[in-house]
């Protein structure tokens, strides 16, 4: 009985074909690619599918494999590679995209090999995958900005195949459905999971990230290679297409979503999200009070830290004008040596100056998870694969998430 969360009462229809990504190792790394079960195949009449899903495009995809009802893929609007992906990816010190780039611009940061990059989400909007290597690791850095899922995949598949993924433009739940351009498989962004063509089944391996304002990017990562604006394209990366999207009390875009979104939470709340035990999230309006919620899921005891600062991509046409809708980091909150540690807020002479303090030594902690005073300093934990969906599309995949709640014994 885990103590800490309040099961959601959630009524919810979910597709035949979806299986739930698992968090791997203590440290952020995903699993390795899986191969497919053969009774997560549906028997489906594969012309009426091809006809169904092809849009008038030349696939290489296999349309009799499928592991999700045709029906639930949808067209996004626009054409197979209409939003381009970034192939060659250009990048520039942190000194030179400060000349572009404010504090509040969100950056998705991706650490491998020793390397660390910082991929900006006002770029990230207008083409929704970049093809990288990051330390020598082949890496798709992926966001969808209907379910505000930013996630990082290994571009390696099950068979050791080092593939680059496009925009199918089709949605499932809303979500982005990428597809390899080797096997013509398309892949659900927000699981990571195989669901049309040869690897229908198979799991992509996940890589973990942090979405962080620029101003705590720079900060954390001063030696970090930012992606630039040279994409190739003629795009205004300073301008959003999706002003006004973000509003806690709007609906989804029906047309793209499958049935009605379950309590308790609004549709476009944000939630600080983990994939352990079938799901576990906490609500942003919660964390922006409390600053910090210790838990223990699964077995493993984590913490989330918030912290203001980080605008929406999603909100106002001038990226940087959006609403502050804060950034999180999650970590476990066992340290070698140390034990379990229990967190809280310690606010420095009022205002928004302050620092999370461990119970247990009184060392003060930043974002990154570094002990920056007290006994521990220097010290880290480690951080913990997560995302910040909107509720729909988290529950939308995970109906068994569970919610933090203080009720429910959380800290």
């Known amino acids: 009985m885990r103590g800490d969360r309040l099961l959601v009462p959630v009524v919810f229809v979910l597709s035949a074909g979806a299986l739930f990504w698992r968090m791997g190792e203590p440290g952020g790394e995903g699993p390795s ?134 925009t199918t433009g089709r949605l499932r739940h809303s979500d982005l459905i990428m597809y390899d351009r080797s096997t013509g498989t398309w892949w659900q962004q927000a699981t990571g999971e195989g669901i049309v063509g040869r690897h229908a089944g198979d799991t992509l391996a996940f890589r973990s990230s942090n979405t962080f304002s620029w101003e705590r990017a720079r900060e954390f990562h001063p030696d970090a290679r930012v992606l630039s604006r040279e994409t190739g394209y003629d795009r205004d990366y300073s301008r959003s297409p999706y002003p006004g999207y973000e509003d806690r009390g709007k609906q989804p875009i029906q047309r793209f979503v499958s049935g009605a979104t379950p309590g308790p939470l609004p549709p476009m709340e944000r939630v600080a999200a983990v994939d352990l035990d079938g799901g576990w999230a906490v609500p942003y309006s919660v964390l922006s009070e409390r600053r910090v919620v210790n838990a223990t899921v699964a077995g493993r005891p ?38 379990t540690l229990s967190f809280r807020w310690e606010t420095d002479g009022g205002g928004d100056g302050g620092a999370w303090v461990d119970e247990e030594t009184g060392s003060r902690w930043n974002l990154a998870g570094r002990a920056v005073s007290g006994p521990l300093e220097g010290r880290e934990v480690k951080d913990v694969r997560h995302d910040s969906p909107f509720w729909f599309a988290w529950v939308g995949f995970r109906p068994e998430t569970e919610l933090w709640s203080v009720e429910g014994g959380g800290q």
């Open 302 to 339: 984590l913490t989330v830290f918030w912290a203001p600062g980080a605008a929406s991509p999603l909100d106002e046409v001038e990226v940087s004008r959006g609403e502050d809708v804060g950034q999180v980091a999650v970590f476990e909150r066992r340290i070698e040596g140390e034990g």
């Open 33 to 166: 690619p899986t191969s497919p079960a053969a009774d997560t195949l549906l028997d489906v009449d594969s012309m009426a599918v091809a006809t169904r899903l092809a849009g008038g495009a030349t696939w290489k995809t296999d349309f009799s494999r499928i592991t999700v009802p045709p029906e639930e893929i949808v067209s996004g609007g626009p054409p197979k590679d209409g939003i381009p992906s970034i192939d060659e990816p250009r990048f520039q010190s942190i000194g030179e995209a400060d000349s572009w780039l404010n504090p509040s611009d969100p950056v998705m940061v991706v650490e491998a090999g020793g390397e660390v990059r910082a991929y900006p989400l006002r770029i990230l909007v207008m083409h929704e995958i970049v093809n990288d290597r990051v330390g020598g690791v082949p890496v798709a850095v992926t966001y969808c900005p209907l379910c505000n899922t930013a996630l990082v995949f290994e571009r390696t598949l099950p068979g050791g195949q080092v593939v680059e993924f496009g």
